[in-house]
């Protein structure tokens, strides 16, 4: 599958690709974040859950406490598994729970835990680049992510 790759340049733009993705992702969504620490994984959290009617100083990193809810228009759920030893403690958190639908889930780290995580999800991996330019890279891994990918493309890109 061909990723979509969004260039951002600063927040407004980051901003901009989360109201996006929240559009685009349907219920029991799960997206697998990947990128290095400070590349803006919580950051596009933050903007997707704004989006869906979260007040952005309640979306901070889940690195410590390992799961953060949100509720705006739909349950938001925000793990981390940058801390996890391995898929069985990840699986112990019952994370699958949050899989689902009504849904939309998150998850930083995901590279680690990719085995636990539904075969049909949205993959972004960030890279931050000069300053605040940050390229993410987003794949629909199965039907309904791609469907969700190419409707993300129409949005940003016409």
């Not at 994984?41 to 809810?69: C, M, Y």
């Not at 019952?94 to 049909?120: H, Q, S």
Request: proline share 6%.
């Amino acid at each position: 599958m061909t990723p979509f790759v969004f260039q951002s340049t600063s927040e407004a733009d980051t901003e901009r690709l989360g109201r996006a993705l929240a559009d685009v992702l349907s219920a029991g969504s799960v997206v697998a974040l990947s990128g290095p620490l400070g590349a803006g994984k919580t950051r596009l959290v933050q903007a997707i859950a704004v989006a869906s009617g979260v007040d952005r100083r309640d979306v901070v990193s889940p690195t410590f406490v390992l799961v953060h809810e949100y509720h705006g228009t739909r349950p938001i759920y925000h793990l981390d598994a940058y801390r996890l030893a391995d898929d069985d403690e990840f699986l112990q958190l019952g994370a699958d729970e949050y899989f689902p639908p009504p849904n939309l889930v998150f998850i930083e780290w995901a590279e680690r835990v990719a085995r636990c995580l539904p075969t049909d999800r949205v993959e972004i991996t960030i890279a931050a680049l000069d300053g605040d330019l940050r390229r993410f890279e987003i794949v629909g891994l199965g039907p309904r992510s791609a469907e969700q990918i190419a409707a993300l493309t129409e949005k940003l890109v016409t």
